[in-house]
């Protein structure tokens, strides 16, 4: 697992490895100047000393002194600075006419710069430390043809060698050198100071404050939060209005109905929750069911959104419109008015209703009635509206007030109704699971099934668990159903080689009796490694660390985990950073409507980049139409599952 790092320690990094390549360049670049002017200064110098020298002898030679005499010279000379050296070296030319030098034979056949000097090449030694020698051949010229009759202009006479230190020019050069050095090391430090300071000051704090924002933002689950920080960087900026971009989209996914453009239920839950005086109005339309089985979804959409713009038109304040679910509106009159007086306005609505007709499609209009529920007051007022409109429907009365005595008869006889039915289904062996297909999008293949609870009434018909699991959890056999669905699902799925999930709550996981027989089917069974459990109410885990533990202890059994209706809170982001789940399931709403609703896109895109980067293979569901496939499997999703490739049925292919 790498190590974290940060931009302060990275910043740091690449300046110090900057600042070191920048006294190594300096320190090469000025040994080699130091070098190069040690050359060119001494080359100079020892030329002109080996010119003066010749111009000497050359005096002395034309008032004919002899060799013993310009010997002489030359050991002046050399007593003139005790740390330089002169010699002469005659040539074969000279020595042929005035004799032989022993010892300048022996230089010139042993001493290479000598024999390079004789050839007419000036020759520089600086190969000792803190010595030069110079090699400087003198050239024959006409003056010198009367004496050298054997040469010819050009020719080598002899080979003036100079040698002298160079300690006090190294030391002066030395000093410039330290000097460069250390004035290019404070540059530099100071440079980079400079840039630390701004890096820090518009770039490293920005982020740190930017990325403490977005922790805020998650922590706190609140959506309408927004980024703020008042940066000078263009940048920064627009990150943050991307940022901001990004969460008006989910907050507008997440309180508003994708169909009518209504603020949603959980928006209302959120107004009711400050428990203010308000009066709360549910509408329901009449017969939906019937209305869309007989014209179909396309029809029964458009007659929601018709409706929906046309309680815009006759409620005053229709900011104050909401969509609760299907065929179920709401609006909430926060106003100070009298319950009496309120109906008069509701006895108008109903009348408006009954007289409007809506086109549903090319063909056809209808007519409708609606049922109204009304609460006032300042708490319950969501279920309280609910209970009045239920009653309402069962004694056929336009619409009813909510009283007390409306809750406890309701409350009784739903729940005894079903507490009944469910404890025979579980007596009968009428609990089942149906397996719907989940589908590979690249072979578009049957893969994997989700495992799926219900009740089989004596007509073969199916009773989905919205009726009766809620009321299981309160009568305690909820957990009988799970171990129900676990027993028949790995039954059926024992001789299968498809994967298969069986959902678990994280109610299921925290019951030790669940937890432990949930491990001893896994140790039994030779189909565990086949097994997804999905965890469904993901959302705000609270006992982490025993969820956690779960889902270690399951895939040691080559289990694998799912995390169910991804996307409805991005919270979700932060426990699959700690789960280590193998899937999420996108949430359903807002796939239902990717195909036509821009922000479902945006939310699913973002969802899907995120899980890739996880290694997490991403599941589609609600995939109702062909449209809506393309769309998930142009976006990348792993696979899909949906009425569009097959309804929960008891069997699976083989």
Not at 92 to 115: H, S, T, W
Not at 280 to 302: P, R, V
Not at 354 to 375: C, D, M, P, V, Y
């Amino acid at each position: 697992m790498s190590k974290n790092t940060s931009f302060t320690k990275i910043t740091a990094k690449i300046i110090f490895f900057t600042l070191v390549v920048t006294i190594a360049i300096s320190y090469s670049y000025a040994e080699y100047m130091k070098k190069k002017a040690i050359s060119e200064v001494a080359h100079i110098d020892a030329k002109k000393t080996s010119s003066l020298v010749f111009e000497s002898l050359y005096s002395a030679m034309q008032r004919g002194w002899t060799k013993e005499d310009l010997k002489e010279i030359i050991n002046r000379l050399n007593r003139v600075d005790e740390n330089m050296r002169i010699n002469v070296y005659r040539s074969p030319l000279v020595a042929e006419l005035y004799g032989e030098i022993e010892n300048d034979k022996q230089i010139r056949e042993n001493n290479m710069d000598v024999k390079k000097a004789m050839s007419g090449i000036e020759t520089l030694d600086i190969s000792e430390e803190s010595n030069i020698k110079y090699f400087y051949p003198v050239s024959a010229k006409n003056a010198c043809l009367k004496c050298h009759t054997n040469a010819n202009v050009g020719d080598t006479l002899g080979v003036i060698n100079v040698s002298y230190p160079i300690k006090e020019l190294k030391v002066s050069l030395n000093y410039m050198v330290n000097f460069f050095i250390l004035f290019m090391t404070i540059f530099s430090l100071v440079v980079f100071l400079a840039i630390f300071i701004e890096l820090e000051k518009y770039i490293i704090k920005p982020i740190k404050n930017f990325s403490s924002v977005i922790k805020n933002i998650t922590t706190s689950h609140d959506m309408r939060q927004r980024i703020n920080i008042d940066e000078e960087i263009e940048e920064i900026d627009s990150i943050k209005d991307v940022f901001n971009s990004m969460l008006d989209s989910i907050e507008y996914q997440f309180y508003n109905d994708p169909l009518t453009g209504l603020k949603n239920r959980r928006r209302i839950i959120e107004l009711l929750d400050k428990e203010q005086p308000a009066i709360l109005m549910i509408i329901n339309i009449d017969s939906f069911q019937e209305i869309n089985d007989l014209y179909g979804d396309d029809s029964g959409d458009t007659l929601l959104i018709e409706f929906s713009n046309y309680l815009k038109e006759i409620i005053p304040d229709n900011d104050s419109l909401y969509r609760l679910h299907s065929d179920e509106f709401a609006y909430v009159c926060e106003s100070h008015i009298d319950i009496n007086e309120f109906t008069h306005f509701v006895d108008e609505l109903i009348e408006k209703i009954l007289h409007k007709t809506f086109i549903i499609n090319s063909t056809n209009e209808i007519n409708i009635s609606a049922t109204i529920g009304i609460s006032h007051g300042t708490h319950m007022l969501l279920p309280n509206a609910d209970t009045a409109m239920l009653l309402a429907k069962k004694e056929k009365k336009n619409y009813l007030i909510y009283d007390d005595s409306m809750a406890m008869s309701k409350i009784y006889e739903k729940n005894f109704l079903w507490s009944k039915r469910l404890k025979k289904a579980i007596d009968e062996d009428k609990i089942v699971p149906l397996f719907q297909p989940i589908i590979d999008c690249k072979t578009q293949k049957i893969v994997k099934y989700e495992s799926l609870v219900r009740i089989k009434n004596d007509d073969g018909t199916y009773i989905p668990p919205i009726h009766f699991l809620e009321l299981a959890k309160k009568n305690k056999i909820y957990h009988k159903l799970t171990k129900i669905m676990l027993d028949k699902t790995i039954d059926i799925f024992k001789d299968s080689n498809k994967q298969v999930s069986i959902n678990l709550s994280v109610e299921d996981i925290l019951n030790e009796e669940t937890n432990s027989y949930i491990m001893k089917k896994l140790q039994e069974s030779n189909i565990s490694n086949n097994i997804v459990f999905e965890i469904i109410e993901s959302e705000g885990i609270e006992n982490f660390d025993e969820v956690f533990k779960f889902i270690n202890d399951v895939k040691r059994f080559g289990t694998k985990i799912s995390i169910d209706d991804f996307g409805t809170g991005y919270s979700n982001f932060e426990y699959l950073m700690k789960l280590k789940v193998d899937y999420i399931k996108i949430d359903g709403s807002m796939v239902k409507n990717i195909d036509v609703d821009k922000n479902s896109i945006t939310i699913t895109q973002t969802i899907i980049e995120f899980a890739k980067k996880m290694n997490i293979e991403t599941v589609a569901e609600f995939v109702c139409s062909k449209d809506v496939y393309d769309k998930v499997s142009e976006l990348g999703v792993d696979y899909v599952q949906g009425y569009y490739f097959g309804k929960p049925k008891e069997e699976i292919e083989a």
